[in-house]
């Protein structure tokens, strides 16, 4: 079964700090990798999408990379601000199924002051 | 949130009731969906809808029913509810389904069955 596994599943950081955050999945044949940002009673919104061909993707203070051998992804945050507390969620898509994406449970980041 | 507006936003209602769930969209976008969130799990895919009429299943389709007889309304009915049925759930709408394409999703209907 395809699996989409983040790490970790919480995080607390001072604002101003970097992180980042791990995503393993074996989701094959892979297609593309997405990071969504989820505010708390929101819906997700997309941050970045990467295909294969793809190892670094960045959307402001935010850059994802993709090692499609090792099939790992890291979303880092630069310069992490309060607004930034969300949950963070990868999601890999099977290359032969249009409508199935593979939802990682999400990393839960609190950005304290 | 990209367009996409549902209906209701909070929802109680009791074990054996009917509900229904209403997703509206302005983008004019094919293809919609409907998720539930759960803790402890990803958001899983309920149905989606590829055109008016057209629907099929998801991952988690039992015990849900979809219609979509507009392009911009979709809609998720429980037919009887049950405690296990509640969550968060989100539509979301895509222009394709060829990857790599962009799902927006809506504000979510947060649904307590008691």
């Known amino acids: 079964k395809n699996q989409v596994e983040q790490s970790p599943q919480s995080l607390i950081i001072l604002e101003g700090k970097n992180c980042t955050l791990q995503?393993?999945?074996?989701?094959?044949?892979?297609?593309?990798l997405r990071w969504y940002k989820q505010d708390t009673g929101r819906g997700p919104v997309s941050l970045t999408i990467?295909?294969?061909?793809?190892n670094t993707k960045s959307n402001g203070r935010y850059t994802a990379t993709l090692d499609a051998d090792t099939k790992q992804s890291s979303l880092h945050i630069t310069a992490s601000q309060l607004s930034d507390s969300a949950s963070y969620i990868c999601?890999?898509?099977?290359?032969?199924?249009?409508?199935?994406?593979?939802f990682g449970k999400g990393t839960s980041l609190l950005v304290t002051p | 949130d990209a367009g996409i507006t549902q209906s209701p936003r909070h929802k109680v209602t009791e074990t054996g009731t009917p509900v229904t769930l209403r997703c509206h969209q302005t983008?004019?976008?094919?293809?919609m969906y409907w998720y539930r969130q759960d803790p402890g799990h990803g958001l899983r895919l309920i149905h989606y809808?590829?055109?008016?009429?057209?629907?099929d299943k998801g991952e988690v389709s039992d015990g849900y029913s979809v219609s979509r007889s507009k392009t911009e309304d979709f809609l998720l009915t429980l037919e009887s509810a049950t405690s296990s049925q509640t969550s968060v759930y989100f539509c979301?709408?895509?222009?394709?389904?060829?990857?790599?394409?962009?799902?927006?999703f809506g504000p979510g209907t947060r649904l307590t069955v008691t």
């Open positions: 995503c393993n999945y074996t989701v094959s044949p892979f297609s593309n």
């Open positions: 999601v890999v898509s099977e290359r032969n199924s249009g409508y199935a994406l593979n």
């Open positions: 983008e004019n976008h094919r293809y």
């Open positions: 990467m295909t294969f061909s793809e």
């Open positions: 979301a709408i895509s222009e394709s389904q060829i990857h790599p394409y962009e799902q927006y």
């Open positions: 809808s590829y055109g008016v009429k057209d629907t």
